[in-house]
T-cell receptor, first 116, second 114 residues
């Protein structure tokens, strides 16, 4: 088990371009989360999936953002028409929901996005 | 809604000194509490968590945290820090019975000097 992986680790783009990030969770983890972390702040929740179903979206997730988890394994987060305010670290986490238990979320190393 | 306040954005200490990183939360319902650590250029790692039972929880590297319900606090302590403890520490809460998204504080940067 290699943990949660994210690609790319760094992305520099020009304002107005589209970007896509990928997250590979720990195998057999049925829950997958996306968070955003800006400088000087803690991570903020964006959205989460249980298997392939997107169950919750934060108000931070504007209509320029879309996330998918097509087969309940890896997930992608796409940002369309990027803005400078989108510059942040995008974190992915996964967990295994067990009935009556409490999940521990395991985080990936993040993708750092810089929008010029 | 829940919120988390980490009162100190930066804590400089000398090696082998004790340290306390403060965390207070607000919630109208019962919560689970977590401390995560982020070493330079690495992802967040779970340090310890309080779910129920004993209010004092410990990590494998000497940190401990005590849940204090009356003061709504979950402060992190270590009696003697090492240079390798230099990192950013995040306190987080998760509402009991929720679907799991964590609410984080802004983090505390611990800087251990020789």
């Amino acid at each position: 088990d290699t943990g949660v992986s994210q690609n790319p680790r760094h992305k520099i783009t020009k304002r107005g371009q589209n970007v896509t990030f990928r997250c590979d969770p720990i195998s057999e983890h049925n829950r997958l989360y996306w968070y955003r972390q800006t400088l000087g702040q803690g991570p903020e929740f964006l959205t989460y999936f249980q298997n392939e179903a997107q169950l919750e979206k934060s108000r931070l997730l504007s209509d320029r953002f879309s996330a998918e988890r097509p087969k309940g394994s890896f997930s992608t987060l796409e940002i369309q028409r990027t803005e400078q305010g989108d510059s942040a670290m995008y974190l992915c986490a996964s967990s295994f929901e067990r009935r009556g238990g409490v999940e521990t979320q395991y985080f990936g190393p993040g993708t750092r996005l810089l929008v010029l | 809604a829940q919120s988390v306040t980490q009162l100190d954005s930066q804590v400089p200490v000398f090696e082998e000194a004790p340290v306390e990183l403060r965390c207070n939360y607000s919630s109208s319902v019962s919560v689970y509490l977590f401390w995560y650590v982020q070493y330079p250029n690495q992802g967040l790692q779970l340090l310890l968590k309080y779910l129920s039972g004993s209010t004092l929880v410990e990590s494998i590297n000497g940190f401990e945290a005590e849940f204090n319900k009356s003061q709504t606090s979950f402060h992190l302590r270590k009696p003697s820090v090492h240079i390798s403890d230099t990192a950013e520490y995040f306190c987080a809460v998760n509402r009991r019975g929720s679907q799991g998204n964590l609410i984080f504080g802004k983090g505390t940067k611990l800087s251990v000097k020789p």
